[in-house]
């Protein structure tokens, strides 16, 4: 529910080179180590995926919402109706504080 983490097998940025005697397998030493064959990856996230939208008026929000109004039996009831046409994503937004990926296989810190 909800979770982001990766489940295939395939190549991982935070994993071993995949050989026996890699250090980082026995447990005794757990450390930022990059990957040899990807020297540019880091346990550190930057950027997201925005969860907001922009409607035809550049109103930012989350969710957008109508009033309609439905008469039933010679009674007027207003209606919210959900938008869901028209709407364009936000887009990549940067985060304040960089957050440790979902997936990094260290643990930080053991009470």
Partial sequence: ?????????GFWPFSGSGSVDDPTKD????????????????????????????????????????????????RKKAKLKRIHKNLTPQGMIKLDHPCIHVDFPIVLCEA
């Fill in 27 to 74: 447990g005794n030493e757990q450390s930022l180590a990059r990957v040899r064959s990807f020297p540019g990856a880091t346990p550190f996230v930057f950027t997201r995926r925005s969860s907001m939208f922009f409607d035809e008026d550049g109103d930012l929000a989350h969710e957008f919402y109508e009033e309609t109004i439905v008469t039933k039996n010679g």
């Fill in 1 to 9: 529910m909800g979770g982001s983490g990766s489940k295939s097998k």
